[in-house]
């Protein structure tokens, strides 16, 4: 689960906010140039959880999927960020992807932001804060990548 190798070729990347009531969702294009937030995921069990991933990455032809890490503010890990490495491991291992942790820190706070700046009301932050922090997430996870590949050209 590095986070600084490139993207293996074809397939969308799939990403995740993970949550403890809700999971934000986010697909790339099939280049992997834009992200486009996808209806959050209320958790109900893990097994139930890890199916409906399953089912997603199917449809969207899904060959990567990007765990939020959300790292304490000095980069090291906390109780949330084990809870989000336990998770990327039984992700990977339920549906045979490749799954990579991504530094994730303030991007719900950024998302609400967003859409606070937007004229969201306060409902409408909490609802659609968990994708936009995905959409937001999978946004600097392909930018990153974007930048890697551009230094590694000839």
């Known amino acids: 689960m590095d986070e600084m190798i490139p ?3 074809g397939g969308r990347i799939l990403a995740i906010d993970l949550g403890e009531k809700r999971v934000g969702l986010a697909v790339s294009d099939p280049l992997g140039l834009t992200a486009q ?4 995921l209320a958790r109900r069990s893990k097994r139930r959880d890890l199916n409906y991933l399953k089912s997603l ?7 990567l999927i990007v765990v939020g890490n959300p790292l304490h503010m000095d980069g090291s890990e906390g109780r949330q960020s084990e ?3 336990a998770f990327a491991a039984e ?6 992807l490749e799954v990579r942790l991504w530094d994730e820190r303030l ?14 009301g306060a409902s409408a932050r909490r609802e659609a804060t968990d994708r936009m922090a995905a959409v937001l ?13 551009a230094r590694n050209e000839p």
Do not use: C, I, M, N
């Not at 992700?91 to 045979?96: D, I, S, V």
């Not at 997430?137 to 590949?149: I, K, S, V, W, Y």
């Open 7 to 9: 993207a293996s070729g």
């Open 37 to 40: 937030g996808l209806p959050t």
């Open 57 to 63: 990455a199917r449809r969207y032809e899904v060959s």
């Open 83 to 85: 809870k989000a490495r």
């Open 91 to 96: 992700l990977q291992e339920h549906l045979g």
């Open 107 to 120: 991007t719900s706070v950024e998302a609400s932001r967003v859409l606070r700046e937007a004229g969201a």
């Open 137 to 149: 997430l999978l946004d600097h996870f392909l930018e990153t990548q974007r930048a890697a590949g």
